[in-house]
Nanobody, 124 residues
Framework: QVQLVESGGGLVQAGGSLRLSCAAS????????MGWFRQAPGKEREFVGI????????LYANSVKGRFTVSRDNAKNTIDLQMNSLDPEDTAVYYC?????????????????WGQGTQVTVTS
């Protein structure tokens, strides 16, 4: 089993920045892809950004491309999400996800492990 714990959420004004972190524990040696998803009230959970095991490959949703950056530290078993130029539309619960299969996949059902989520609220 793998446990994921997010941190770093909070309240920020539009145009501001926030950095989320996700710490993985347990059987992390077999984790390949990790990433971030988000779910706004009344909406389905959606892909934000994902990163390969090596950290060399990333993929972002069009809505965050150029503003958000995913990074990974395998020595610490952590991934981060740096969010810049935040917009009220980015308000959501952000979830860390991980899976044992390789490949940059963007569907929620492709990920086996999930964190509990952290709230990000962007005010105008």
């Amino acid at each position: 089993q793998v446990q994921l714990v997010e941190s770093g959420g909070g309240l920020v004004q539009a145009g501001g920045s926030l950095r989320l972190s996700c710490a993985a524990s347990g059987r992390t040696f077999n984790i390949y892809t990790m990433g971030w998803f988000r779910q706004a009230p009344g909406k389905e959970r959606e892909f934000v950004g994902i990163i390969s095991r090596s950290g060399e490959s990333t993929l972002y949703a069009n809505s965050v491309k150029g503003r958000f950056t995913v990074s990974r530290d395998n020595a610490k078993n952590t991934i981060d999400l740096q969010m810049n130029s935040l917009d009220p539309e980015d308000t959501a619960v952000y979830y860390c996800a991980a899976d044992r299969a390789p490949g940059l996949r963007i569907r929620v059902l492709d990920y086996e492990y999930w964190g509990q989520g952290t709230q990000v609220t962007v005010t105008s």
